[in-house]
């Protein structure tokens, strides 16, 4: 709850390395890859005398947690953004932290917000549910990154003297907008079949890789491809043929197109 005591601004990375992002359409919410949009800036309201805060949208509405089912039969609750003419407790959520580095929401169902991942219509969706022991533990898990907070004048020249960050002054207060951290390497990719064939119907994805090690991104992409034991290509930019990618990454988090086939394709080169 200290975080949030301090944060007037804050974005939610899942455990799905996506963030908590509101609708254009002013009601739902989803996940996303982008975490520079204005739809990830959440901006805090603790509610006075208690240790319950309130998130507010770009949009001026609150994230509510509602008792409407998600899916008929199924278990989990929408998740939306309203703004109700009085605001009761659907609009607020207790941040509670095991570990001092990921944060649960929990609602006033005592229900906690959830970061889905799937087939559709699951998959970047976000409900609010009690985890499974054994399966969705980590999908409650959010990692909270501070946009913006809030310094009391007293302790302002002890605490921040970097001109790196703006300032805005009121009487008692000043706002500090914090640098963002980086977003990780920006990766394209599209997959292939055992014959090595490209899906061009499937088309071109991408995700934000925060990793540094050629080993970690094969990971990741089996994870997101839900493909067994992969094969990173990539195109040769003088003759457009393919290449395994076998040793590093390109230096400074550069953005990369790649091919990921299954290791068990026979590729003409």
Known sequence: ??????????????????YLSADEDQE???????????????????????????????????????????????????????????????????????DGVHVRFKSRYGQYLRANKGVPPWRNSITHDIPSRTVTQDWVMWTVDVLQIRVIKDDAESTHSSS???????????IVSLPLKSEGRLIYYETGDDSGNINKEIGEKSLIFHGSELIELKKKLEEETEMEDVMIWCRNPLNEKL???QLHLPPNNATMHIIVFPSSCEIDK
């Open 164 to 174: 790196t960050f703006s300032r805005i002054e009121s009487d008692d207060s000043f």
């Open 28 to 98: 739902s919410v989803h996940q996303d890859r982008r975490g520079t949009t204005k739809n990830t800036r959440w901006t805090v309201e603790i509610v006075p005398g208690s240790n319950v805060i309130r998130l507010q949208s770009c949009y001026g509405k609150y994230l509510t947690a509602t008792n409407i089912h998600f899916l008929l039969g199924a278990t989990g609750e929408k998740v939306l953004q309203t703004l109700p003419e009085k605001l009761d407790s659907s609009a607020e959520w207790e941040p509670l932290s095991d």
């Open 1 to 18: 709850m200290e975080i949030f005591r301090k944060a007037t601004i804050v974005r939610l990375r899942s455990h799905n390395d996506k």
């Open 243 to 245: 290449c395994p990618l």
